[in-house]
């Protein structure tokens, strides 16, 4: 990516996320691509890059292990081991060794499953392999401690053998010698020592001419000195130039697996580079959980729509002192363009500005951004930046002609891929002169479909904002009542400066406000007037907004709920239905079973039985009987329809129903425990107890 000018960066604060970005790297090859990070233009390496550091990420969510821990710095070891003649020693080994294991626990992690699962952590191994020879080798010199075993040679085991049977004879002699001394009185208190890789007897001094062999030196206060005694100094000579052949032997088996090994200096550098890759990508998944980086969408072309999208550090800074941070959302696209932010000082302007400027820079870099998931982000060749008082001294250049010198740079290399930054656009100079460059500037710039943020407090720009295509208003919003900014950006209208609000908050004398409200144009005052009245209306509406969409979802959960309730209610009445029809079949087939078992029986007792009409009798009982129930059983049923049981004496003139065949009549007299009942036209002697008093229902409980 192109930048403009050179501080652009730490503008930004581009640095200080390297910076953080780098204190989670362990390996030396990750700490340095951290700090020289790159910001690419292309879409696949940038994807790819986005996509590594999200799927490490969900292993970090996922409480999954990755088996990279491989940290050592052994880049100089393996650049040595590809130079012909040279030799590796025992601990480079042991490094080296630790290199492969390493590689293969990577290998094997990413058996067909996880491939599918994380093909973009995948493709770090791609086109390289695992050479298992390389573990074997080793393994057939050192040990895991770094040792060279006996059998890496068979002159090394005879040597060593041959050294193991001169130190036992050695001891043997020099215990022998000692003792003696000692019996003599001649040995100080540490008995004996090494000097030079020899074994010495430590006497006393005033006794060291007594003792035959070499005198190797005296301690400090000269009371002690340390004598080869004559009987080991041929052991000693042996055991020396035995130890001295191991060492020539082990160097020479060394500098054999160095050259045998070199051919795959390659191979290793490639296992130190994935190693160093790896380290670098749990960095970047690290770095996106402390500042809680989602993967927005990628575009190739350049466009930005931001949803809830936070400054890295500053979201960073307000979780360590356990602040909120306010989220900015805005879209830049080829409709609009530009964006003119206007609004209070300290209001949050150069922030949102910066907000969108450096999440760009870490989204180009492969690192995750703060910002909803659903968000979109192209990708831009170029980025401009123009924040703050850049008077240089040293080119004898005032504030405002500097600033005309950095929009000359814009206006001329300013293209369809460009993304700028202007803070004051216009500053330093005359209000009205300075305005009309300002505007001159933003159109230029419009004409070559460049994007970016100008923050502003000219009325003009804000007017301008409204009726040029391309280019769209946003401000900042501000609580007049409590006089404290809000820190939200609101696109769509341009904001008030607050000057005379702020003035009030900070205490100025009110007689002074007024008189320079006075010295203000009357048209210019009542703009901006308007402008805080429409900016405080369209936080009520937000307000009230909050509360209908809030409402809105009360609604719908209570029509869920409602529904949840009436599904029951439908589904317990269904289960009721279900039930009385099963208890309707029950009986049926319990009727039915019972009319097979008695009609059966009938046929035993048809064959068996002499008296043939009685069995035609019982037959007709059977199923006559049922017939008669169900002609009752309506018949009631119609009889309950229009009458009302009562339970008064009955008397002359009373209706009565007859319990057992529910017809109705008129009682029309009574004898005794009995009653003569006029039903139809035909009276009925009928037993008092099979009567009962009913009334006629009105039309209206008939209807009912």
Not at 157 to 179: A, C, D
Not at 194 to 222: C, T, W, Y
Not at 256 to 279: K, N, R, W
């Given at each position: 990516m192109r930048l403009y000018p050179d501080s652009a960066l730490v503008q930004l604060e581009f640095d200080k996320v390297r910076s953080l970005l780098e204190a989670h790297c362990k390996t030396v090859y990750a700490q340095q691509k951290a700090s020289h990070l790159r910001i690419h233009t292309r879409k696949e390496y940038i994807e790819l890059e986005l996509r590594q550091s999200f799927e490490y990420k969900q292993l970090f969510l996922q409480s999954q292990y990755f088996p990279n821990d491989f940290t050592l710095p052994i880049a100089k070891d393996l650049k040595l081991l590809g130079i012909p003649g040279a030799t590796l020693n025992a601990e480079q080994w042991v490094h080296i060794r630790k290199l492969c294991e390493n590689t293969a626990s990577i290998f094997r992690w990413f058996d067909s499953e996880r491939r599918l699962a994380f093909p973009s952590m995948a493709a770090v191994i791609a086109g390289t392999h695992y050479e298992k020879q390389i573990v074997e080798k080793i393994d057939e010199v050192l040990d895991e401690n770094g040792n060279v075993l006996?059998?890496?040679?068979?002159?090394?085991?005879?040597?060593?053998?041959?050294?193991?049977?001169?130190?036992?004879?050695?001891?043997?002699?020099?215990?022998?010698?000692?003792?003696?001394?000692?019996?003599?009185?001649?040995?100080?208190?540490?008995?004996?020592?090494?000097?030079?890789?020899?074994?010495?007897?430590?006497?006393?001094?005033?006794?060291?001419?007594?003792?035959?062999?070499?005198?190797?030196?005296?301690?400090?206060?000269?009371?002690?000195?340390?004598?080869?005694?004559?009987?080991?100094?041929?052991?000693?000579?042996?055991?020396?130039?035995?130890?001295?052949?191991?060492?020539?032997?082990?160097?020479?088996?060394?500098?054999?697996?160095?050259?045998?090994?070199?051919?795959?200096?390659?191979?290793?550098?490639?296992?130190?580079?994935?190693?160093?890759?790896?380290?670098?990508?749990?960095?970047?998944?690290?770095?996106?959980?402390?500042?809680?980086?989602?993967?927005?969408?990628l575009s190739d072309k350049a466009q930005v729509h931001l949803i809830n999208a936070y400054h890295p550090l500053l979201l960073l800074y307000n979780k360590s002192s356990k602040k909120s941070t306010i989220p900015l959302t805005l879209t830049l696209d080829e409709r609009n363009r530009i964006l003119v932010i206007s609004g209070p000082n300290a209001g949050g302007k150069t922030v949102a500005m910066k907000t969108l400027g450096l999440n760009q820079l870490m989204l180009q870099s492969g690192l995750l951004v703060p910002v909803h998931p659903t968000s979109e982000m192209g990708i831009f060749k170029q980025l401009f930046i123009h924040i703050g008082d850049t008077q240089n001294l040293e080119f004898e250049l005032s504030t405002y002609s500097s600033h005309l010198l950095h929009m000359k740079y814009f206006i001329e290399t300013a293209n369809g891929k460009t993304l700028f930054f202007i803070d004051e656009l216009g500053s330093g100079s005359d209000p009205n002169l300075g305005g009309a460059f300002a505007e001159v500037i933003m159109e230029e710039l419009s004409r070559r479909h460049a994007f970016g943020i100008v923050t502003t407090h000219y009325l003009n720009l804000k007017v301008m904002a409204n009726h040029t295509q391309g280019i769209i208003n946003g401000a900042m919003q501000f609580d007049e009542v409590n006089l404290q900014p809000l820190y939200k950006l609101v696109v769509g209208k341009p904001g008030s400066s607050y000057t005379f609000a702020i003035a009030e908050r900070i205490g100025l004398p009110q007689h002074l406000i007024s008189k320079a409200r006075k010295l203000v144009e009357e048209d210019h005052f009542k703009l901006d007037r308007l402008l805080n009245r429409t900016e405080q209306d369209l936080q009520e509406l937000d307000k009230e907004k909050k509360q209908l969409q809030k409402l809105l979802k009360e609604n719908e959960r209570l029509k869920k709920e409602m529904e949840l309730v009436m599904d029951k209610e439908r589904h317990r009445q269904q289960v009721e239905l279900l039930k009385n029809q099963n208890r309707i079949t029950e009986e049926r087939l319990a009727y039915l079973k019972d009319m097979e078992r008695k009609l059966k029986q009938i046929v035993l007792d048809w064959k068996k039985s002499e008296n043939k009409n009685e069995v035609i009798k019982n037959l007709q009982n059977l199923l006559f009987k049922r017939k008669e129930e169900i002609v009752v059983n309506k018949l009631a049923k119609k009889v309950d329809q229009k009458y009302k049981e009562l339970t008064q004496h009955i008397s002359v003139g009373s209706l009565v129903k007859l319990k057992k065949n529910y017809q109705v009549g008129e009682v029309k007299e009574i004898r005794g425990k009995r009653a003569i009942v006029q039903i139809g036209v035909l009276p009925m002697n009928v037993d008092l107890s099979d009567l009962v008093s009913v009334e006629k229902l009105p039309d209206e409980e008939k209807k009912s």
């Open positions: 006996d059998t890496a040679s068979p002159e090394l085991q005879h040597i060593r053998m041959s050294l193991y049977r001169k130190r036992n004879e050695l001891r043997r002699v020099f215990e022998k010698v000692i003792g003696k001394l000692a019996k003599a009185g001649y040995t100080a208190d540490i008995d004996e020592s090494f000097s030079n890789g020899r074994r010495v007897v430590a006497v006393f001094s005033e006794h060291k001419r007594q003792v035959k062999g070499i005198l190797h030196g005296e301690s400090d206060s000269r009371k002690t000195a340390f004598i080869e005694p004559e009987e080991t100094i041929e052991l000693n000579n042996e055991v020396f130039a035995l130890e001295h052949e191991e060492g020539r032997e082990i160097q020479r088996i060394l500098r054999a697996l160095t050259a045998a090994l070199s051919v795959h200096a390659p191979l290793l550098q490639q296992y130190l580079v994935i190693a160093g890759e790896f380290d670098f990508i749990r960095a970047k998944a690290k770095l996106a959980l402390d500042m809680n980086g989602e993967l927005p969408n």
